[in-house]
């Protein structure tokens, strides 16, 4: 069968220039690419009549000598020094068009070997595992190796096949001029062999979704934010690539009693009324157990104490950080009418000399007096 004019095939006149002939090429290419047309003969045959078009047009030398001789004039250019093997015809335009079907792998002399992606999984603690550190159990699901063909993808009885196309190389190359273009190879993608009979577990892929449980040894002193690696646990590689990284990270459940703060805990502790005003101890919790604090006389509500060394040793060293507490004055509840005379009679007393003994809201008073002088003067 005689070959068609090739700017018929793609579509251009004569003057075309070489962005028209890559354009031209791209929408013929994606047109009737065998990956989007499977089992279509008609439509491999077109793309194969595109590619070698566009071929010999992209290449100054080789258009020239078409355009003077036609088809007869290019045999035996084809086998000269500057000829191109028939299965080495993808060029730049390939790069842009299936780049991102089948970039992502590692480019060498042979085919493309793909790392696996790295995964990550939100692990929630309560705070005192966090600060104490734990061992805890994982269920992760990911694309794991496929056991019943080995991730070969071929069906047991069987073995991929060499590629054709780029006879196993996983690539195929284009030379223009002085420069050679390699691409990943269409018709594998990059795998190098093709599958006829496709294992039935991973249905071709070589790798099937499964979950998987994991030991995972969270570190004492760990925060919300903080990431555990485990290398290797992330899902499989393909071509015999190695596989991802599996990135645990923490998450710490808010605490009923204690806030954190970097190395150090906050907490609010309520405090008698009769404790604020004649001192004494109070009992408040850290996350060692209980332990006695010192209130001194005359303690207001809002005032903090320190008790250092009781925080949190972080994960990366340093020294262990402190505990804060607050002490909130408790105003007491359902009095007596006892009590209650007892307070008033109390209260009686303390006005006979508030500037002695309520020294803030004197000074409150005062300051509200003045406010108001000014106001009307």
Known sequence: MAKRDYYQVLEVSKSASEADLKKAYRRLAMKYHPDRNP????????????KEAYEVLSDPQKRQIYDQYGHAGLEGARQGPGGMDP???????????????????????????????????????????????????IDVPSLRECQECNGSGAAKGTKPVTCGTCQGQGQVSMRQGIFAVQQPCPQCRGRGVRIDQPCDSCYGQGRVRRTKTLEVKVPAGVDSGNQIRLSGEGEAGRNGGPAGDLFVEIHVK??????????????????????????????????????MLKIPAETQSGKTFRLRGKGIRPVRGGGVGDLNCKVAV????????????????????????????????????????????????
């Open 254 to 291: 808010s605490h009923d009693i204690f806030e954190r703060d970097g190395a150090d805990l906050y907490c609010e502790v309520p405090l008698p009324f009769a404790t604020a005003v004649l001192g004494g101890e109070i009992e408040v919790p850290t996350l060692e157990g209980h332990v």
């Open 87 to 137: 299965g080495d015809v993808f060029g730049d335009i390939f790069g842009e068009v299936f780049g991102d079907i089948f970039g992502g792998g590692r480019r060498g002399g042979g085919r493309q070997v793909f790392r696996g992606s790295d995964l990550k999984y939100e692990l929630e603690l309560t705070l005192e595992e966090a600060v104490f550190g734990k061992t805890v159990n």
């Open 39 to 50: 089992g279509d003969a008609k439509a491999e045959d077109s793309f194969k009549e595109a």
């Open 330 to 377: 408790e105003t007491p509840v359902n009095l007596t009418a006892e009590q209650k005379d007892l307070l008033k009679r109390f209260d009686a007393a303390l006005k006979q000399n508030s500037e002695r003994h309520s020294p803030r809201s004197t000074s409150f008073l005062s300051g509200v007096k003045r406010f108001f002088d000014r106001m009307t003067s």
